[in-house]
C-alpha cells in the first residue's frame, strides 16, 4: 500500500504488499522485499536492500551515505536481512570500495538511535540495543547481544552468542560465548543464560566454560593456553570456533577477569 503522501521514486522496486506511511522517502535503486513496513519519516536512500517481512520505525534512515571521509561516491549497498526490525531513527549507511556493503542479518531487532556505519556485517538474531554506535568494519556474530550506550572500535569483531554489557567501550574483540562488562572491557564469565535459552546442553555449556577457565584464569599466554585446549580438549565445533577466534584476532581478545568494577 503506497501512501499517496510517501514519495517513491520510479526506479525503487517494491513489493506489492509492502506499506508505506505517509512522509516517507524512497530514493532510486532501492529493493524492499514483501511484507515489509515502513513507517512515516522513513528515509530510504540508493542502495538500500530491505528483506521480507521488516519493520522499520519512524525516523530510521536506511543506505545513506558512509561517514568516511576516504569514500568517493562509489555505488555500494546496506542489506537488511527479512525479519528485521529498526526502531526509531536508527542509522544504517551503506558500504565504501573497502567491501561494498553494509550487512545487517535476519531477525535482528536494531533498537532506537543506534548506528551500523560502514562496511559493518552484523549476523543474525542479533540485539542491539539503543544508542549503540558501531563503527566502520565491525563484525557482529549471530545471536550476539550488546547493551544500550555501547560503543564499538573500528574493525572489531564480537563473536556469536557473546553478551556486552550496557554503557561498554569495546576497543578489543569479544571472543564468542562470553559476557563482556567493566573498563577496561574484560571477561566476566560465559553467556550461560543465552546458551541455555538456545538449546545448548548443560555438558556444552561446560564444555566451554573449561576452554575460557584455561585462556582467562590460568594466568597463561594466549598462545599457551590455546596449546593446552588443542592439545587436552576434545575436538568439537565450539571448541575449534573458540580457538579460531582468538586465533585470528586482529585487534587482540578483551582482557581477563580484573577482580574490580
Not at 514519495?7 to 506489492?16: D, L, Q, R, S, T
Not at 527479512?82 to 526502531?87: L, S
Not at 577466534?245 to 581477563?256: E, L
Request: with cysteine; charged share 15%.
Amino acid at each position: 500500500m503506497n501512501q499517496p503522501l510517501a514519495y517513491v521514486h520510479p526506479g525503487a522496486k517494491i513489493a506489492k504488499n509492502v506499506v508505506i506511511e505517509p512522509f516517507s522517502t524512497i530514493h532510486n535503486n532501492v529493493e524492499i522485499g514483501e511484507g515489509t513496513w515502513i513507517g512515516s519519516n522513513v528515509t530510504i536512500m540508493s542502495g538500500a536492500r530491505i528483506g521480507k517481512n521488516c519493520t522499520i520505525f519512524p525516523g530510521a534512515v536506511i543506505s545513506a551515505v558512509p561517514q568516511d571521509l576516504k569514500f568517493g561516491g562509489e555505488e555500494s549497498v546496506a542489506i537488511i536481512g527479512d525479519n528485521t526490525t529498526i526502531r526509531e531513527c536508527v542509522t544504517i549507511n551503506r558500504g565504501t570500495a573497502a567491501s561494498g556493503q553494509t550487512v545487517v542479518g535476519a531477525n535482528c531487532l536494531i533498537m532506537a538511535y543506534a548506528h551500523v556505519a560502514h562496511d559493518c556485517v552484523v549476523g543474525n538474531n542479533v540485539v542491539i540495543a539503543n544508542s549503540v554506535a558501531l563503527a566502520g568494519h565491525v563484525t557482529v556474530g549471530n545471536f550476539a547481544v550488546i547493551g544500550g550506550l555501547a560503543a564499538v572500535h573500528q574493525f572489531i569483531t564480537i563473536g556469536d552468542h557473546s553478551m556486552i554489557s550496557g554503557g561498554s567501550l569495546v576497543r578489543k574483540d569479544v571472543p564468542p560465548f562470553t559476557k563482556a562488562a567493566k573498563e577496561p572491557l574484560s571477561y566476566i564469565g560465559i553467556n550461560s543464560v543465552g546458551l541455555r535459552r538456545r538449546g545448548f546442553s548443560s555438558e556444552k555449556i561446560r564444555e566451554i566454560q573449561d576452554i575460557y577457565r584455561i585462556l582467562y584464569q590460568k594466568n597463561y599466554n594466549n598462545s599457551q593456553a590455546l596449546d593446552i585446549v588443542e592439545a587436552e580438549m576434545e575436538a568439537t565445533p565450539e571448541r575449534d570456533e573458540i580457538i579460531h577466534f582468538v586465533r585470528n584476532s586482529s585487534r587482540g581478545i578483551m582482557k581477563g577477569y580484573a577482580g574490580v568494577y
